[in-house]
Every structure is written in C-alpha cells, then in structure tokens.
C-alpha cells in the first residue's frame, strides 16, 4: 500500500495489523525450462501446504511470472 507523505502530516494513519505476527511471504522458485508447469505448481502447493508453520487462511498460491535466461520463474 502506498500512502503519499501529505497523509502522514494532514491525516490520522492508522496501521490495522495490530499485534498479528504472521506474514505473508513471497518465495521465487526457478524450474528447468520444459518442465511441467502444473507439476511444478502442483508440487510446490503439496511441500507447502504439508509444512507445519503454514496457515490454512489466507490459503497458499503459487503463480507462473515469467521466463528467465536459465529457468520459468514461479512465485509461491
């Protein structure tokens, strides 16, 4: 979220995440290129979501964001 500097001087910000600790976390994963890349989601959900420390809501999500030189870049 972007608040212009203006709001911080003229207007009552208020930061509504309280004393929640959880994160979301933005992890890029890197698949040889000619891989499946509904294996590759199919497999990244399945590790995550088996991990203890993960929360069930908001749900975990894995998405295709590009090629790169030496991979397909996913972001989970």
């Given amino acids: 979220m972007l608040i212009p500097n203006k709001d911080f001087i003229t207007e009552r910000v208020v930061n509504w995440t309280g ?5 979301r ?5 890197g698949a040889a290129h000619g891989s499946d890349i ?3 989601h199919q497999l990244l959900l399945e590790a995550v979501r088996g991990h203890a420390d ?3 809501t908001p ?4 998405y295709f964001v590009g090629m790169r030189e030496s991979s397909l870049l996913t972001r989970l």
């Fill in 19 to 23: 004393p929640d600790e959880s994160t």
């Fill in 25 to 29: 976390l933005l992890l890029p994963v």
């Fill in 38 to 40: 509904a294996r590759v």
């Fill in 54 to 56: 993960i929360q069930p």
């Fill in 59 to 62: 749900a975990p999500s894995v």
